[in-house]
C-alpha cells in the first residue's frame, strides 16, 4: 500500500486514541477499512470510559464496523502493536492488512501473522509513540491491568 | 481439576449456550471462575441477539467478569473449542485453565495454548456437540459469518 494510505489510515486511528486520552482512558486507538478504502468502523480502548475489559481499540473498530459477510481485503490500522487477543481477532476473521502506528512501547506478534498471510505495515509514528510513553509512565497499574501483566 | 469441578463448571456454559439457542442465536456458551473456584462472568455469543461481531461466547463472558486486576488461576469455560480470537483473549490475560464441552464441530488452537502454559481440559460432551451439530447443519452462514469464513 502507499505510504500516505497507510498514514491517512493512522490518523482515523490517532484522532480515536487522542480522544480516549481525553476522556481519561487508555489511548489507543483503531480503525477498520473496507477493501475500497472507506471506513468501516472506528473505535478506542474502553476499559475506563465502560468498565470494559473486553473492548480493546482493535476490537471495538470492529464491533463498530458491525457484521460483515467476510473480511477478505479489509484493512485494520491501530496505534500501537496488537497484543494476542486482538492479533487473534486479525487472524481469525481474515482481515489482509495490519497497519500499526507503533510497536516501541508494546510488541506484538508480527511475524505470528505475517506468516498467517496478513500484511503488516508498521510505520513507527512519533505521535503514536509519544502519546502511549507518557500515558504508560503516567499509569503503569493502569496499563499493566490492559495486558494483564500481574 | 477434578472432572466433576470441570462439568459443573461447564454446565454453566451449555445454559448460557442454550438461552442463545432459544433465542435464535449461535448457541455457544462459556463462563469464566475464579481461582476459588467463584463464577466471575457468564456469556453467551451475540451475533444475532445484539448484531454485535465482537462477542463470541468467551469474549462476552470475559466482558460480563468486569475488569480484574489479573486472571491468574482464573478458568475459562466453552462449550466450544475456542477459535483464535478467543484463544488469543485466553493467552493474553493469563487465564490458567481452559475447560472445552466438544471440538469436534470446530477445532481450535489447544496445543498452542499448552504451549503457553494454559491447562487444556477437554470434555467431549456429548450435549455440547449435540446442540452445536444441529445449528450448523441448519445455518451454514451464519455459522461461517462467526468465524469468517467466506
Known amino acids: 500500500m502507499e505510504h500516505s ?3 491517512r489510515m493512522l490518523d482515523v486511528a490517532l484522532a480515536e486514541a487522542e480522544a480516549g486520552r481525553a ?5 489507543i486507538g483503531a480503525a477498520l477499512f473496507g477493501a475500497d478504502g472507506r471506513l468501516l468502523g472506528r473505535g478506542r480502548n474502553r476499559r475506563v470510559q ?12 470492529f464491533r463498530a464496523a458491525g457484521r460483515q459477510r467476510g473480511y477478505r481485503g479489509t ?6 502493536s496488537p497484543c494476542w487477543y486482538c492479533s487473534g481477532l486479525v487472524r481469525q476473521f ?9 510497536s516501541r512501547t508494546f ?4 511475524e505470528w501473522l505475517a506468516e498467517a498471510g496478513v500484511e503488516v505495515v508498521l ?7 509519544e502519546l502511549m510513553k507518557g500515558f504508560i509512565a503516567a499509569n503503569p497499574g493502569l496499563w499493566n491491568e490492559d495486558i494483564g501483566v500481574d
Open 123 to 129: 510505520l513507527d509514528d512519533a505521535r503514536c509513540y
Open 107 to 110: 510488541t506484538g506478534q508480527h
Open 5 to 7: 494510505d497507510a498514514v
Open 75 to 80: 484493512t485494520m490500522v491501530t496505534t500501537l
Open 50 to 61: 465502560d468498565d470494559d475489559a473486553s473492548m480493546h481499540a482493535e476490537t471495538s473498530a
Open 94 to 102: 481474515g482481515i489482509s492488512r495490519l497497519v500499526v502506528g507503533e
Open 23 to 27: 476522556e481519561g482512558g487508555i489511548p
